[in-house]
């Protein structure tokens, strides 16, 4: 008899404690938020050039929604992998919902991701150092990848020529 009293106990308690519950948003909702946010870029030239001497050793990192973009700025390529040059344009996006701190990464006006959380606060604590806080700062990029595997068309990667962070 006691048990069945613990047990209508606890099934009230859960009753209590997740009734009142708000409804999670459903992943796609969320999904296009994501897609529909697109930080500005600043209407002003670079302020600065870096350089690592072509060793394009900083990955950007991009989910499957900047996919098609940056297979349009890779351009026909054939069956084998893209090595698409170009210049990259590096925004600090301090709006940014989803990442603080965060640093977006434009080619030909096109938002192909961001770098890593790790790489955009060294980056901004350089950008600080060199008085350029804020600014928009450019290196050239590489886009590889899309060569072709069973038929079907793998993805794409961004590397940025960007000095080594201290």
């Known amino acids: 008899m006691i048990y069945l009293f613990a047990i209508v106990i606890v099934i009230g308690l859960l009753y209590y404690v997740f009734s009142g519950r708000t409804r999670v948003e459903p992943l796609q909702k969320a999904l296009i938020s994501v897609r529909q946010y697109v930080p500005a870029i600043p209407a002003t030239a670079p302020a600065h050039h870096w350089s690592d001497n072509g060793r394009y050793a900083s990955?950007?990192?991009?989910?499957?929604?900047?996919q098609p973009a940056i297979a349009r700025l890779a351009g026909e390529h054939g069956p084998g992998n893209a090595d698409e040059k170009c210049l990259a344009l590096l925004v600090c996006d301090d709006a940014n919902p989803f990442q603080d701190k965060a640093i977006a990464v434009f080619i030909d006006s096109q938002l192909v991701g961001y770098l890593a959380h790790s790489d955009a606060l060294r980056l901004r604590r350089t950008l600080g150092r060199q008085d350029l806080?804020?600014?928009?700062?450019?290196?050239?990029?590489?886009?590889?990848?899309?060569?072709?595997?069973?038929?079907?068309?793998?993805?794409?990667?961004?590397?940025?020529?960007?000095?080594?962070?201290?």
Do not use: H, M
Request: with cysteine; hydrophobic share 40%.
């Open 59 to 66: 990955e950007v990192e991009n989910d499957s929604i900047y």
């Open 133 to 166: 806080v804020g600014q928009l700062t450019s290196c050239d990029a590489v886009i590889r990848g899309g060569g072709l595997w069973n038929g079907k068309r793998l993805a794409y990667a961004v590397w940025l020529d960007l000095q080594p962070f201290d």
